[in-house]
């Protein structure tokens, strides 16, 4: 029943969150169970966020906690798991938040899912998360970031995620420029950003240091 299942899940969770950074940082004490044996308990909290995150009957917020949790935790072992979740999860903030997180893999076999998320994906926010991620996995995918840019949805996601300090230094350094000419050229545009978008591009150009950033 709905109880088992609730069960299952913070069991599944807790597995992710304590035994992972047990395993990466190959920790051990007098009680813990083999690191064979942690690998197994592993695997099936993997399991059981497959059963999560591939039910479509699923609540958004287990959803996105159990995404939250794998892709913060999570080894390569989830990342086809991540991968579908980012393309076809029924929920943006779900797919937003694996976008956000995938980029700390820096793992070659994301490239094609990350490029496409940030291409094709319907919810501009998850397009650009992809798009920050994509370009700390392959700097070589700079030419999307131009695409993303010309679109005056994606540059206003951009401009509302870089005001994050957090989310700016995700960003490799050798953009930068690139995002800074793009907001000086949009700020100006006022029958084209409303005083949000314009306040965000305002705080973005100055957490990037731009000496063209105008008081907000």
Not at 24 to 46: F, I, T
Not at 184 to 203: C, T
Request: glycine share 6%; no cysteine.
């Amino acid at each position: 029943g709905r109880s088992v299942k609730r069960l299952t899940f913070a069991v599944a969770l807790t597995s992710l969150v304590v035994l992972t950074p047990a395993l990466a940082l190959g920790q051990a004490s007098v009680s813990a169970p083999p690191a064979d044996a942690l690998r197994a308990l592993q695997l099936e909290a993997l399991r059981v966020a497959g059963g999560v995150l591939l039910d479509a009957s699923r609540e958004e917020a287990d959803r996105l906690n159990m995404a939250t949790v794998l892709v913060r935790v999570g080894d390569r072992t989830a990342l086809p798991l991540l991968t579908t979740t980012l393309l076809h999860d029924p929920f943006a903030s779900v797919r937003r938040v694996v976008a956000e997180g995938l980029g700390r893999y820096q793992a070659p076999e994301l490239v094609f899912s990350l490029r496409e998320a940030a291409l094709t994906g319907p919810i501009d926010s998850v397009r650009w998360a992809s798009l920050v991620s994509l370009l700390q996995t392959d700097p070589g995918q700079g030419d999307i970031l131009d695409v993303l840019l010309a679109n005056r949805n994606t540059l206003s996601a951009a401009a509302l995620s870089l005001q994050d300090s957090a989310v700016l230094a995700q960003l490799p350094a050798a953009f930068h420029p690139v995002v800074e000419a793009a907001f000086l050229s949009a700020f100006p545009q006022a029958d084209v950003y409303n005083n949000v978008e314009r306040s965000a591009i305002a705080k973005s150009l100055a957490a990037l240091g731009s000496e063209g950033a105008v008081p907000v």
